[in-house]
């Protein structure tokens, strides 16, 4: 009979404030776990205020957790029980499976990329739009909070797209709730004291917000239903395809279902754009002669043009920096599993009721797929070095079967938002500027926001 091997125990981070490592974990969490994969491996285990966490940082634990063995694993994790009182059951945080497969059947047509294809116009006009903005400003106004524009471009796109409509007045309510429910869930998921069911500042900080999106949704969903039948429209947005989508037995999405959906669309399309746009041109600023590779190819490939659709196969360069940001400062920087039953993940037992920390913030520095990890370096995405690499060494978008169903959309808008600035505009950094540190929040931001100086090319 074939030998069996006996599982080792996971490593366990020390921890000097008798809390589980909670106090560092929250002063300096990505620091935390950096050190501890630098002491323990790829695979260790904490236990922050008595939680049980095991961070899982190598390509093969990624495969075997979210792909061949995900059946072991569902989302009743600790950082989708934070964020479940913002996102609810909507697509992202959904834990039950058979719900979320009715979801996903549901809303996957909805994201191809040929369906895609039909709302590239509203994101390269909304950026023209952003532009001529920028134009008509003085010189002595040209330095830009980049993260603000962008963020302000992110939800006109995304409200164009979902609504038809611009909407931009309210959906500014709508920007400052989720920084404020982004801020505190993060703090939270940090140091999950005091409970959010406890009266304290912080609990009525996020049901306000909580308030303010739910507010806003309503509101939108409450035009459409009570206007004309969108489905008659000869191009529909998402709001009415996700109305008339039906399953397979031909039910269609419950009012509060709708709702939770279009919230999540709202939000996930809105850091993601935002969050890696800010990145990007930061970055760009950062290393002019990555900026002059990008000038050049968008020249060559567009004459001055608007970018469309069918330019996206051309613009390599312009997606590999996309891409490349994505590695360095992925805006869904981790995510998390939940073990239903006991597992052995790289010769180490998994205990059941754990709580899998996937960081992508360390994954995608890993020195063994990724030489000089922290240098922002676009060459990292040619198809030799991507096929050299093992597929989940990168993960900005998740993986398996809960793969983000808005992979298509995100990356269509971040390269042609990106080439249709790249046209003729530059953004400098200005003298003296400090580096940008990244916020770990439920999202990665970047501290402070950044800001930038912007020139003509």
Not at 83 to 90: E, F, S, W
Not at 259 to 287: D, P, Q
Not at 398 to 406: A, E, F, L, N, T
Request: some cysteine.
């Amino acid at each position: 009979m074939p030998r069996t091997t006996t599982p080792r125990e996971l490593p366990t981070a020390g921890s000097r404030d008798l809390l589980g490592g909670a106090l560092a974990f929250r002063r300096d969490q990505l620091g935390f776990l950096a050190d501890n994969v630098n002491r323990h491996g790829d695979l260790f285990r904490f236990r922050p205020l008595g939680l049980p966490m095991v961070l899982a940082n190598h390509p093969d634990h990624i495969q075997h957790i979210l792909v061949d063995g995900e059946q072991r694993y569902d989302k009743n994790a600790t950082i989708f029980k934070v964020v479940r009182p913002v996102l609810r059951d909507g697509l992202i945080a959904i834990a039950d499976k058979e719900r979320w497969g009715r979801q996903r059947r549901m809303m996957a047509p909805l994201f191809t990329p040929r369906t895609v294809a039909g709302f590239t116009e509203n994101m390269t006009d909304e950026t023209v739009r952003m532009l001529d903005r920028w134009d008509r400003r003085s010189a002595a106004d040209a330095l830009l909070d980049i993260t603000d524009e962008v963020g302000q471009l992110a939800l006109r796109i995304v409200n164009r797209s979902l609504f038809s409509a611009d909407v931009s007045a309210a959906a500014q309510s709508f920007e400052r709730a989720f920084a404020t429910a982004n801020d505190v869930l993060g703090s939270f998921f940090r140091f999950p004291f005091p409970p959010l069911s406890w009266p304290t500042l912080r609990r009525r900080r996020l049901h306000r917000a909580i308030d303010d999106m739910d507010r806003f949704v309503s509101g939108v969903i409450r035009q459409r239903t009570e206007g004309s039948d969108p489905s008659q429209s000869q191009s529909p947005d998402l709001l009415s395809l996700l109305m008339h989508s039906t399953d397979d037995d031909g039910s269609v999405m419950e009012p509060e279902q709708l709702h939770h959906e279009v919230l999540n669309l709202c939000i996930g399309a809105f850091e993601t754009t935002t969050n890696t746009l800010s990145w990007a041109f930061y970055l760009l600023a950062r290393h002019p002669h990555i900026e002059e590779r990008l000038h050049e190819e968008v020249d060559r490939v567009l004459a001055g043009r608007v970018p469309r659709f069918d330019d996206l196969p051309r613009l390599t360069y312009t997606r590999m920096i996309i891409d490349e940001t994505l590695r360095i400062y992925s805006p869904a920087y981790q995510t998390m599993r939940h073990v239903c039953e006991e597992d052995i993940v790289g010769g180490y037992r998994i205990p059941a009721g754990s709580n899998i920390l996937i960081n992508s913030y360390l994954l995608h520095r890993h020195p063994e797929f990724w030489p000089d990890p922290e240098t922002f370096d676009p060459e990292n995405f040619t198809p030799e070095r991507v096929a050299a690499r093992p597929k989940h060494a990168y993960i900005p978008f998740g993986s398996g079967r809960r793969v983000c169903i808005g992979k298509h959309f995100a990356l269509a808008e971040l390269t042609l938002a990106l080439a249709t600035v790249a046209r003729g505009h530059r953004l400098l950094l200005p003298p003296g500027a400090p580096l940008v540190a990244p916020e770990p929040l439920i999202t990665l931001h970047p501290r402070g926001g950044i800001h930038l100086r912007l020139a003509c090319r």
